[in-house]
């Protein structure tokens, strides 16, 4: 910040940590949500699921494959089954042994830390559940939960209105010509209902649209950042809180204000 004059109010954005930091440590794991966390995200964001035997664990895909050693679908592979796969070892050697997290323990590592954990839902119909933990460990003034699934926003909001729920949306969003916000404006207003963030794909936003949130007082979250260039025309157009698989190039960079 050393280019601003010395009474000058800047504000880094809001960092949100898309799986801990894909780019430097294996997504969805302890490592990896820990080195976020290390880096000064505002915000983890993790994917919840439920096992065959009901537990909840993390897990971006509906499948194991991608991220760990094993095979399977996470609805049909119990706990230990997959406690059992290694989550760090396609990453890098370095981080061999990684489990995948339980949503519990994701919970209890960072309770009571100075950091909000974002959690979406990820299969539909567990909101449930994930409220139950959430309020079992006691954080739930520290955890946004989000999803896809309308149904599980409004779930979360029902169980408990306390906590701060998103909508994930991702097209739809747009501008007339008069800079009149039209589809997002039905959606605004659903969310506004429940207090919902309105947490819409960065692709899908427009300058109107941002500035439409921002003169509401919206700090939503539009994901995912993954290219330098792209995050830096969307912190200039005013998106205030990038969710981004590069926490690291974030920790000093202005926004406007
Ligand atoms: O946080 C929102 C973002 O994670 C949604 O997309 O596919 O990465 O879960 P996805
Ligand atoms: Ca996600």
Redesign the pocket.
């Known amino acids: 910040y050393s280019q601003y004059p010395e009474n000058t109010i800047v504000q880094r954005p809001i960092v949100?940590a898309?799986?801990g930091v894909p780019s430097l440590a294996p997504e969805n794991t302890m490592a990896g949500y820990q080195l976020a966390y290390d880096l000064g995200a505002d915000l983890i964001?993790t994917?919840v699921h439920e096992t065959k035997d009901g537990h909840l664990v993390i897990m971006?895909d509906y499948t194991v494959d991608r991220t760990t050693n094993g095979t399977g679908s996470v609805s049909n592979m119990t706990l230990e089954q997959i406690r059992q796969l290694d989550a760090g070892i396609k990453f890098g050697p370095e981080f061999a042994g990684e489990k995948v997290p339980t949503f519990r323990e994701f919970l209890q590592g960072f309770k009571g830390k100075d950091v909000v954990l974002?959690v979406?839902i990820?299969q539909a119909g567990i909101a449930e559940k994930v409220l139950k933990e959430i309020e079992e460990e006691g954080v739930k003034n520290q955890v946004l939960v989000?999803s896809?699934h309308l149904g599980d926003v409004v779930k979360s909001h029902e169980l408990n209105p306390e906590i701060g729920v998103g909508y994930?949306y991702s097209s739809g969003i747009s501008a007339t010509s008069e800079g009149r916000v039209t589809d997002a404006q039905k959606m605004l207003n659903y969310a506004s209902r429940m207090n919902a963030n309105l947490?819409a794909s960065y692709g899908s936003l427009s300058e109107e649209f941002i500035t439409y949130m921002r003169q509401r007082g919206m700090v939503n979250?539009h994901?995912?950042f993954r290219n330098e260039q792209h995050l830096g025309d969307q912190l200039e157009k005013g998106v205030i809180g990038p969710?981004t698989d590069y926490t690291q190039w974030l920790t000093d960079v202005p926004i406007r204000l």
Do not use: G, S
């Open positions: 949100a898309h799986r964001e994917d971006h974002l979406e990820k989000q896809f994930l947490n979250l994901w995912t969710i």
